[in-house]
Nanobody, 117 residues
Framework: QVQLVESGGGLVQAGGSLRLSCTAS????????VAWYRQAPGKERELVAR???????EYADSVKGRFTISRDNAKNTIYLQMNSLKPQDTAVYYC???????????WGKGTLVTVSS
């Protein structure tokens, strides 16, 4: 069974930084894309950042210039560096991996990030 495990969440003051990590039982380098999503209370899950194997990256407008997604293929880990955090960044953050072909995405169980004002 495929497992994605997030870590690095926690409580931080506004303006602070956190780095989320995601490790997996699958080879991230073989995925078409890897991504971070988030879901705030009472809201739908939304894309935060995605990195494609073709080295193309996209970010939600709300995090551009503050968040950075990266991969370490040697460690089979993806990261989300989050700087200048705001209270509205408070959410459960999910790791996501998209395989090639008509195969459903893989998801982690999430890690909670809380930003206090």
């Amino acid at each position: 069974q495929v497992q994605l495990v997030e870590s690095g969440g926690g409580l931080v003051q506004a303006g602070g930084s956190l780095r989320l990590s995601c490790t997996a039982s699958i080879d991230f380098s073989a995925m078409y894309g890897v991504a971070w999503y988030r879901q705030a209370p009472g809201k739908e899950r939304e894309l935060v950042a995605r990195n494609y194997i073709i080295d193309n990256t996209e970010y939600a407008d709300s995090v551009k210039g503050r968040f950075t997604i990266s991969r370490d293929n040697a460690k089979n880990t993806i990261y989300l560096q989050m700087n200048s955090l705001k209270p509205q960044d408070t959410a459960v953050y999910y790791c996501n991996a998209s395989p090639f072909g008509n195969v459903a995405d893989y998801w982690g169980k999430g890690t909670l990030v809380t930003v206090s004002s």
